[in-house]
Nanobody
Framework: QVKLVESGGALVQPGGSLRLSCAASGFGFRNYAMEWYRQAPGKQREFVAR???????AYVSFVKGRFTISRDNDKNTLYLQMNNLKPEDTAVYYC???????WGQGAQVTVSS
């Protein structure tokens, strides 16, 4: 079955960097678009970034220039490189396969001094 497992979440200071990973299994990873979403406490889950099967990338405006989505089809892994992190980036980050209602368990990112 489809399985998505995020890792790499941590506590980081403002201005710091993190790289999240999402290990995928149970489907032809290279054939699907993949996305990152996040959910902050008390807020709805929101779109962060998307990468198509062909490698085209899209970002929500407030992470452009700071976050980079990428994928390694040989390793069936999705990545999110996050630089210049801000306290408002604090959230649980989820990877998602598009199409379909497939989500990982989430990775907690906390940006605080």
């Amino acid at each position: 079955q489809v399985k998505l497992v995020e890792s790499g979440g941590a506590l980081v200071q403002p201005g710091g960097s993190l790289r999240l990973s999402c290990a995928a299994s149970g489907f032809g990873f290279r054939n699907y678009a993949m996305e990152w979403y996040r959910q902050a406490p008390g807020k709805q889950r929101e779109f962060v970034a998307r990468i198509s099967s062909g490698g085209s990338m899209a970002y929500v405006s407030f992470v452009k220039g700071r976050f980079t989505i990428s994928r390694d089809n040989d390793k069936n892994t999705l990545y999110l490189q996050m630089n210049n992190l801000k306290p408002e980036d604090t959230a649980v980050y989820y990877c998602h396969r598009d199409p379909g209602d497939y989500w990982g368990q989430g990775a907690q990112v906390t940006v605080s001094s």
